[in-house]
């Protein structure tokens, strides 16, 4: 999220935050993070390609990523990637703790919010993937083909090419 300028609680103005202490208000003594906010993204593998997706809206509307989103408060990271493919692709996954790939903090969007983007490595077991809701279009890239894709963020890169390495 972006600086507050005020306090979200009591609406007291409060200084810019310091990057590892936030910003406390003066009135209510509260302090403000700038935590990052999950998303939750899978790489899904087929017959040694792997599915990327053509983002159909800003931040970098047409550049590649992953396909999956932001979690909801209160979900459980692989129950909320499910629910991102269903509504992105259509399609059912296969995805559990050990398809971990890595996680990445970035920036997102033109406010610079923080995001915390969990990788996970993923297998269809139903339906025909096809682009809904927020994607675009889809692809399927072999590893030789991953450098020339214009990617939404530098780790979706690496984190196809990991996952395309595991084969799974
Ligand atoms: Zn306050």
Redesign the pocket.
């Known amino acids: 999220m972006k600086p507050f300028r005020f ?1 979200p ?4 103005a ?1 200084a810019e935050p310091e990057p590892e202490r936030g910003s406390t ?1 003066p ?4 302090t403000w993070y700038r935590n990052p906010a999950p998303t939750v993204g899978a790489v899904i593998v087929r017959d040694g390609k792997a599915l990327i997706a053509r983002r159909g809206t800003d931040p970098h509307e047409g550049r590649f990523d992953s396909p999956g989103g932001f979690l909801e408060a209160g979900e459980d990271a692989l129950a909320g990637l499910r629910r991102e493919i269903r509504e992105e692709l259509g399609v059912g996954i296969d995805v559990d703790p050990s398809d971990y790939i890595d996680a990445t903090v970035h920036t997102y969007g033109d406010e610079d919010d923080y995001v915390l983007a969990l990788s996970f490595a993923a297998r269809l077991v139903s339906g025909r993937p096809q682009a809904n809701d927020d994607v675009a279009d889809i692809r399927w890239v072999g590893p030789d083909e991953l450098d020339d894709v214009e990617w939404a963020w530098e780790h979706n890169r690496e984190d196809t090419r990991r996952a395309l390495q595991r084969g799974t």
């Open positions: 306090c609680a009591c609406g007291t409060i208000c009135s209510c003594s509260r």
